[in-house]
């Protein structure tokens, strides 16, 4: 999905939004549209969203996020996060070929990968654990690819966007936040 077909996606379609307040969802929001809340083995006091088409989310305790549909489809294809902490699993074995993470900050896009984020007021961190994903401004044409064991931090005063090796500590704090 283009970043293009993406904005219209989100501007057009608020109807077919799914609110999601995760970090202790109710049960009953068990099954929706091909996704369940399951309990995360990792994270004895989390459950975590799963969906048929191989996308796995985990959700830090407070945090906020929507998931996005296309027309037609029963499967998420994009997410608005706008606070907490999120760990995103897309298996690239499942029917989802991708899958993007919009926050006040940045778009985060993948094709098959594991990489964890986390929105504050003032910016957004992403983290790549496996595989690839391009981070850009959600203005801008163009991103910087992220690789496994660096990051990436999109602040809100617009700062250049610049890859780093995160030092063990951070990632450490980052996945303690889901049970890792």
């Given at each position: 999905?283009?970043?293009?077909?993406?904005?219209?996606?989100?501007?057009?379609?608020?109807?077919?939004i799914?609110?999601?307040?995760?970090?202790h969802?109710?049960?009953?929001?068990?099954q929706?549209?091909?996704?369940?809340?399951?309990?995360d083995?990792?994270?004895?006091?989390?459950?975590?969203?799963?969906c048929?088409?191989?996308?796995?989310?985990?959700?830090?305790?407070?945090?906020?996020?929507?998931?996005l549909?296309?027309?037609?489809?029963?499967?998420?294809?994009?997410a608005?996060?706008?606070?907490?902490?999120?760990l995103?699993?897309?298996?690239p074995?499942?029917?989802?070929?991708?899958?993007?993470?919009?926050t006040?900050?940045?778009?985060?896009a993948?094709?098959?990968t594991?990489?964890?984020?986390?929105?504050?007021?003032?910016?957004?961190?992403?983290?790549?654990?496996?595989?690839?994903?391009?981070?850009?401004?959600p203005?801008?044409?163009?991103?910087v690819?992220?690789?496994?064991?660096?990051?990436?931090d999109?602040?809100s005063?617009?700062?250049p966007?610049t890859v780093?090796?995160?030092?063990?500590?951070?990632?450490?704090?980052?996945?303690a936040r889901?049970g890792?």
């Open positions: 999905m283009s970043q293009r077909r993406l904005r219209f996606a989100c501007v057009c379609l608020p109807a077919l799914v609110c999601m307040v995760l970090g969802a109710p049960a009953v929001r068990a929706q549209n091909g996704c369940a809340m399951v309990p083995d990792a994270n004895p006091d989390g459950r975590m969203l799963r048929q088409n191989g996308l796995t989310i985990h959700a830090a305790r407070g945090t906020h996020y929507r998931l549909y296309e027309p037609g489809s029963s499967q998420p294809g994009a608005r996060f706008d606070a907490g902490a999120l995103i699993e897309l298996d074995a499942g029917s989802a070929k991708s899958f993007q993470i919009l006040p900050h940045a778009i985060a993948v094709r098959g594991r990489w964890a984020m986390e929105v504050t007021p003032l910016q957004t961190s992403t983290l790549v654990i496996a595989g690839t994903v391009v981070v850009a401004r203005s801008e044409a163009t991103g690819l992220v690789g496994p064991g660096h990051g990436v999109a602040a005063d617009r700062t966007l780093k090796v995160w030092e063990p500590a951070r990632v450490k704090a980052l996945l889901f890792r």
